[in-house]
């Protein structure tokens, strides 16, 4: 199954290299899963920091545990702080 990968911020240096079908964005990718993959697991095989973060699955928040079907869209975002 394809689901599009959106990495941000200082994340965006753990996203897979583009390919052929990937537009020319800087933050996004698409990539190839088994079907029943989780959040975790797309986490885990990124090699993600163990640090706090906010993930969307289509535009909802999401779980690590959380299954992904063909043509989500998977949005991950470092923990934002503001003042």
Do not use: C, K, W
Not at 31 to 38: E, F
Not at 49 to 60: H, I, L, T
Not at 68 to 73: E, I, S, T, V, Y
């Amino acid at each position: 199954m394809h689901v599009r990968l959106a990495l941000f911020a200082t994340l965006t240096p753990y996203l897979p290299e583009p390919s052929e079908a990937d537009e020319s964005t800087t933050h996004e990718r698409t990539i190839d899963l088994p079907d029943g993959a989780t959040v975790g697991q797309v986490i885990s095989s990124l090699g993600l920091p163990d640090e706090p973060r906010v993930v969307f699955v289509n535009g909802r928040h999401a779980d690590d545990d959380g299954i992904l079907a063909d043509g989500d869209r998977l949005a991950i975002f470092p923990p934002v702080a503001g003042g």
